[in-house]
C-alpha cells in the first residue's frame, strides 16, 4: 500500500515566490551590471572616436608638413642644380680666363722679345753708322740713339750752300756712306727731316716750310737715283722752325737749327701685328 506525502500548498506557494524573488533580483542585478558595461562601452566608444578625430587632423596636418618639405627639398634641389651650373659656369669662366691670361702673358713675352729685339738692332744699326761716318766733324754730323730709333743729323753746312737745297760734294760724301749702311740693312725705315732756323727766307723758295721740303727732297733722290736706296723705305717732311733743338734767339742756336735729320728704325711690321692680335 502507497504512502502520500501531503505538502501543505501554502508552503509550496511560499516556496516559488522566494524563488521567484531570488531569480528577479539576480536578473535586475545582471541587468544593471549589462546596463553599466553598455555605457562604459558607449563612452569608450565616443573617447575612441575623439581620439580617431583627433588622429585624422594629426594625419591631415602631417601630411601638409610632408608636402612642405617636399616642396622645400624641391626647391632647394633647384637651387643646388642653378648654383651647381653657376658653379660650372664660373668654372668655365675661371678656365677661359686662366687661358686669356696665359695667352697675353705668351703675347707679352714675345713682344718683350721682339722689342729688345728692335733695341738690339738699332744699337747695332747705330754703331754701324756712327763707324760708317766717323770721318765727318762732330759740329756738322752726329748719330745718336734715342727712343729705339738711330737719329743722324747733318748740319746746313756739311749739305747745302745758304739758303739752297743743292747738295754739296761734301754731302753726297756723307750721304754715300749712310746709303753704303742702309743698302745691308734693307728692313729699316728712313724719314728725312728738313729744319731750318727762323729767319724769313729771301730767293727761289717761297718760305722756310719750302726750304726744308725741298732740302728732304733733294736728299731722298739722292739716297734713291745715286746710291740706289728703296723708295719704299723712305718718307721725306719738312718742319720748317717749328721744332728746333735750340733757341733761334741766338747765332749758334739758328746754327744748330739748321739740319737734316734722318731717322732711321727697324721696322715693326712683326709687332703691330702682335698688338693687333
Known amino acids: 500500500m502507497k504512502k502520500y506525502i501531503i505538502v501543505p500548498v501554502l508552503a509550496i506557494l511560499t516556496l516559488q515566490a522566494c524563488v521567484s524573488k531570488k531569480v528577479l533580483m539576480q536578473s535586475q542585478r545582471e541587468t544593471a551590471a549589462l546596463r553599466q558595461d553598455s555605457m562604459e562601452l558607449a563612452n569608450r566608444n565616443a573617447a575612441l572616436r575623439n581620439n580617431v578625430s583627433g ?6 596636418t602631417l601630411k601638409a608638413n610632408i608636402q612642405s618639405l617636399n616642396n622645400d627639398i624641391d626647391r632647394l634641389n633647384s637651387q643646388y642644380g642653378q648654383l651647381g651650373q653657376q658653379s660650372a659656369n664660373q668654372q668655365n669662366q675661371l678656365s677661359k680666363t686662366k687661358e686669356e691670361l696665359l695667352q697675353q702673358q705668351q703675347r707679352l713675352q714675345q713682344l718683350q722679345s721682339l722689342l729688345e729685339n728692335q733695341r738690339a738692332q738699332a744699337r ?5 753708322m756712327a763707324d760708317a761716318l766717323k770721318g765727318f766733324n762732330s759740329n756738322d ?3 745718336i740713339l734715342k727712343n729705339g730709333k738711330v737719329y ?3 748740319s746746313e753746312n756739311l749739305l747745302f ?3 739752297s737745297a743743292v747738295v754739296n760734294p761734301k754731302g753726297k760724301e756723307a750721304l754715300s756712306k749712310l746709303a753704303a749702311v742702309l743698302n745691308m740693312n734693307t728692313d729699316i725705315s728712313v724719314d728725312i727731316e728738313g729744319h731750318t732756323d727762323s729767319i724769313p727766307i729771301r730767293g727761289r723758295y717761297q718760305d722756310n716750310w719750302d726750304l726744308s721740303t725741298a732740302r728732304a727732297n733733294s736728299i731722298v733722290r739722292i739716297l734713291v737715283n745715286n746710291y740706289k736706296v728703296d723708295p719704299v723705305n723712305i718718307i ?3 718742319h720748317s722752325y717749328f721744332d728746333p733743338v735750340q733757341s733761334n734767339s741766338t747765332i749758334e742756336g739758328r746754327t744748330k737749327n739748321r739740319r737734316t735729320e734722318i731717322i732711321l728704325s727697324p721696322k715693326l711690321e712683326e709687332m703691330y701685328r702682335l698688338i693687333e692680335g
Open 124 to 128: 747695332e744699326l747705330k754703331d754701324k
Open 141 to 143: 754730323l752726329t748719330v
Open 55 to 60: 588622429l585624422d587632423k594629426d594625419i591631415e
Open 161 to 163: 750752300p745758304s739758303g
Open 236 to 238: 721725306a717732311s719738312g
Open 152 to 154: 743722324v743729323s747733318l
